[in-house]
């Protein structure tokens, strides 16, 4: 029973039950068919059937207000439309060239039938073969001009004999370190509130995976299980009380559910670009991917400083000296981190002394810069906020024109402060500072991602691509503005810098297949020392940190480590300086979640392919087959492979095996990955 009434209110409140008109839409292949209608209670719901069989149970959909009735029952269905989509659009930069976008669209308008009250709610839901996405539509109204949302109330409800046995790969949301944490393998009951995208394996091998499309002026969704396999929305606070704030007309966020019979199908699928908007910003040729160095693991590691000091990483000398080697080894760009003023006082968490604009004594930006251009070098630019909004918004125009000025065409911008330590002025970005008060936020919450669309278009304005750690959830906003590159929102890299076997082996195969759904990440691949600070080991082999460039995509790719650890390695740095950025094709080739994932990636450039991944704990070999090349023709594979006594939980770790094959479509390859290990094989036609 889904309700607690055991009959219908309408019936119980003397009223007469109101019509049912089930709606039905299929996806293009007919296999997945979503049924939108109302209930006796006029509750508006969605199901999905999936050939033939409960997918998703009803689901409830409704909102309820700070100040208004709930919009919750007593709805008729009042119209409805279709429509089918069937195009291919071109990607600036990405996993892939081309995207197809095919699908069928049915959207309901839903009218409430109560003597007091008759506000509308379209309900626009669309079926992919990989997927659904639904969004509410707002229309302008009199009766409630402005919606002051307490809460969504939105519901996934596994079907409960399609959840049997299934299991949930997850991490918290609302918890205080935002999702820097590590994954959650349970039962999809021992979910608790889960950040999104959360990944779920069906017994019979059905991969969904639960997550949102073009998150603008909204706040983030967690999901909140209410009982068994049932999900309930849960957006992130605001400090104005209602979570979400809007006037007038507007469109929530995509609500979006990928559905694959197995993980390729699940991390190949488009949808969430699919329901972004197309790119606004024109010509965006000047938005370039590549890879960087940086003075940065210096920092991580404890062995340089952010703040000024003997130990202060962020020398004019240093910047070039990582200028050389990005000039000698051909890498684009040096982050440069720790250069501005700000980093003395209690950067972690208040950034209320940050400038952006300020170089330390030590740190002349002009020179860094002149210097970098004369060597066909860009400098990366830096904008930590300690979560402090009002100190960086006050300064935005000036920090980005600067950067604009100089040639620092991309920047990374961070937000470390707890959850709901986001320091700002005012609840919503059109509302004008008027004094010194302070107020706090979420990571995801509504002003936050006001936030960072007004840096991502200050920063279009003067040509700069943005990073941002500690960001908001990624939506697949970057379709509609393709200088938001990439960035971190999981836990990056850098914990392998903190304690030992920090990221544990199965960190990288469950990003796969739950953060990269949602977009590229600056995980900072490229530690070839394989310690951190105190020499931590890292619980991976030197292989898999080249598997990286190939697992976990960023069109800004990091080679994070030291450079004299990089120029000690010099047949790996040959890898990494050889791996693109940018990609015509990607596809999972071999790969199970949490346990390994191995792709096969065609540089967008030229046509040299690229295979390789990374693995957990569990040592395994694998067969792997070069079905992707071109009929007929002959390459030559350099191969990067763990050594035969590699294991990530010893000091062989560092053994690596090179190999040098020929192969054609049709051929394979046996390859043993360690524990803890990883691949990268460079296939140019011969
Ligand atoms: C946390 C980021 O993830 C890291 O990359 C950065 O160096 C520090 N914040 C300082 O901004
Ligand atoms: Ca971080």
Known sequence: MRRAFGCSLAALLGTTALPALAADVASPDGRTVVTLDVDGDGVPFYRVTRDGEALIAESDLGFIFTDAEPMRRNFQVETET??????????????????????????????????????????????????IG??????????????????????????????????????????????????????????STAHTPMTVRLQDGTHLAFHEAALVDYSGMWLRRMEGSRFRASLAPSSRGAKV???????????????????????????????????????????????????????????????????????????????????????????????????????????????????????????????ARKKGVRLIGHHETGGNIKVYEEQLADAMKLYGELGVDWVKTGYVADAGGVISCNADIADPCEDDTEIFEWHDGQRQVQHHLRVVEEAAKNHVAVNPHEPVKDTGLRRTYPNWVAREGARGQEYNAWGAFSNGPDHEPTLVYTRLLSGPMDYTPGVLGLVGDQNYPIASTLAKQLGLYLAIYSPIQMAADFVESLAAHPKELE???????????????????GDYAIFARKDRNSQDWYVGGVNDATERTLELDFDFLEEGQAYTAKVWKDGPEATYLTEKRHDIAYDTVTVRKGDSYTVRLAPGGGLAIQLQPN
């Open 82 to 131: 279709r429509a089918s989509h069937d195009d291919t659009w071109e990607q600036p930069w990405g996993e892939r060239r081309f995207v197809r976008d095919h699908h069928n669209e049915l959207a309901i308008t839903f009218r409430e039938a109560r003597e007091t009250s008759k506000r509308a709610l379209t309900v626009r839901m669309r079926v992919f073969d990989d997927g």
């Open 134 to 191: 639904f969004r509410y539509e707002f229309p302008e109204s009199t009766e409630m001009p402005v919606a002051r949302i307490a809460e969504e109330l939105t519901e996934f409800a596994i079907a409960p004999e399609a959840a049997e046995g299934g299991k949930a790969w997850w991490i918290p949301g609302g918890d205080f370190n935002r999702y820097e944490y590590l994954y959650n393998e349970t039962p999809i009951t021992g979910v």
């Open 245 to 371: 704030v809007r006037e007038g007309a507007f469109t929530t966020p995509w609500r979006t559910i990928r559905i694959s019979d197995g993980p390729a199908g699940l991390v190949e699928s488009d949808i969430d670009l699919n329901l972004n908007e197309p790119n606004k910003l024109g010509d965006v040729s000047w938005v370039e991917p590549g890879k960087y160095i940086g003075i940065w693991w210096g920092m991580i590691s404890n062995k340089w400083t952010w703040a000024s000091g003997d130990r202060h990483g962020a020398t004019t000398e240093r910047a070039k000296q990582y200028i050389d080697f990005a000039a000698e080894h051909g890498f684009r760009g040096v982050l440069v981190e720790g250069w501005n003023i700000g980093w003395d006082g209690n950067w972690f968490g208040n950034g209320r002394d940050y400038s952006f604009t300020q170089a330390y004594p030590d740190f002349d930006l002009k020179e860094v810069t002149d210097y």
């Open 575 to 593: 890898f990494i300086k050889a791996v693109p950025a940018d990609w015509s094709e990607s596809h999972l080739i071999d790969g199970a979640v």
